[in-house]
């Protein structure tokens, strides 16, 4: 009951917070602007940009693969991509679910296979739920690393344009909005847990609770080491340069989409692609309103345009994206719960005949 209670108000401070967001990011809008330039705008350009999307979520697919082969090389195309899909609508439902989402996914695809395998295959059969887990966290700690990487290149070369507004337009309202008891209370919880996980690991034999805990933080942790096991590693880089290309093209063509942002050039849009996935580590459903509010920043900071063409913008690549990702997501579940049945009728047919 405390945990589902504790959800609950998780739940609606997330939501409490992309309100707060969508409202400043909308206030000041003139919504005749705002309608105009979505009709002006190239649907084309927005479709090309959703079919782009698609094909990054069937690339990051193959490239999990790549991190879930050391612990379970018989995880098919099929279960990654649909384990990725399901996870991107599980985000909307609530902030980080997808990881634990499409982790159960993967894990109940493998011990299927498990179950169907001799049992001197069952060894390589060992895609365990926190294993699993660890592997979707290092993807996903994977993607942020690139952001930063490249982020970090472009202010580099693009400094007086855009460092002033990470400092002014991200920096600054993030430390006034927390302030720095919030990341002194986050030290503190940092420490209550180190403290937590060492009484758990020197306890573990005295209580059973403790070493049920230890047991899934090994597996979690052997999940994170799977980095160290990748046999093609120089295809994981470019599975990865190949999905980030894909996201960079969405931006592009979202860009070239818009008349008043069609003069934007690479840099620019690679920029704003790059700001724009910020949005995903804050605790919102989807990004919704973070990314709508970093948007609209950019585009009044940096580009001097107006308050309705940011939010247009932010609307075309935020909704189209979450069009993709709420059809792509509905299709895998339904594919992922029809399959199991399907497969149980088949067997009970075969040995019949």
């Not at 309608?35 to 490239?63: D, P, Q």
């Amino acid at each position: 009951m405390f945990d589902r209670a504790k959800n609950i108000l998780k739940y609606i401070l997330s939501v409490g917070l992309a309100a707060v967001l969508l409202y400043f990011s909308f206030r000041g809008v003139s919504w005749g602007d705002f309608y105009a330039g979505l009709l002006s705008c190239n649907w084309v350009y927005v479709f090309l940009s959703m079919v782009c999307g698609l094909f990054a979520f069937a690339i990051r697919a193959e490239r999990w693969r790549q991190i879930l082969r050391p612990i379970d090389d018989s995880i098919s195309f099929r279960a990654a991509f649909n384990a990725i899909n399901i996870g991107n609508i599980s985000n909307f439902i609530f902030p980080f679910l997808g990881e634990v989402t499409r982790s159960a996914v993967i894990a109940r695809n493998s011990s299927e296979l498990a179950g169907a395998s001799r049992k001197e295959d069952k060894a390589r059969h060992q895609a365990s739920f926190d294993r699993v887990l660890g592997t979707a966290i290092l993807e996903r700690g994977w993607d942020v690393l690139t952001v930063m990487i490249v982020l970090a290149i472009l202010l580099v070369f693009k400094w007086q344009m855009f460092g002033d507004f990470m400092v002014t337009g991200i920096w600054n309202p993030l430390k006034s909005a927390l302030g720095y008891k919030v990341f002194l209370l986050l030290a503190l919880l940092g420490a209550a847990s180190v403290g937590g996980l060492w009484f758990i690991y020197h306890t573990r034999e005295k209580y059973r609770m403790c070493a049920k805990i230890v047991a899934k933080v090994k597996g979690f942790v052997q999940g994170l080491a799977t980095c160290l096991k990748i046999k093609r590693k120089g295809l994981f880089m470019f599975y990865t340069l190949l999905i980030w290309a894909m996201y960079w093209l969405e931006s592009v063509l979202v860009t070239a989409a818009m008349p008043e942002t069609a003069q934007l050039d690479l840099a620019d849009a690679l920029f704003i692609m790059l700001i724009g996935s910020f949005a995903s580590v804050l605790p919102l459903p989807g990004g919704m309103g973070g990314y709508h509010f970093i948007i609209r920043s950019a585009m009044t900071l940096i580009y001097g345009l107006g308050a309705s063409v940011g939010i247009a913008y932010a609307i075309l690549a935020h909704e189209s994206q979450a069009l993709v990702m709420a059809i792509s997501g509905a299709a895998s579940y339904i594919h992922e719960a029809i399959r199991k049945p399907l497969k149980a009728f088949d067997e009970t047919s075969q040995r019949e005949a």
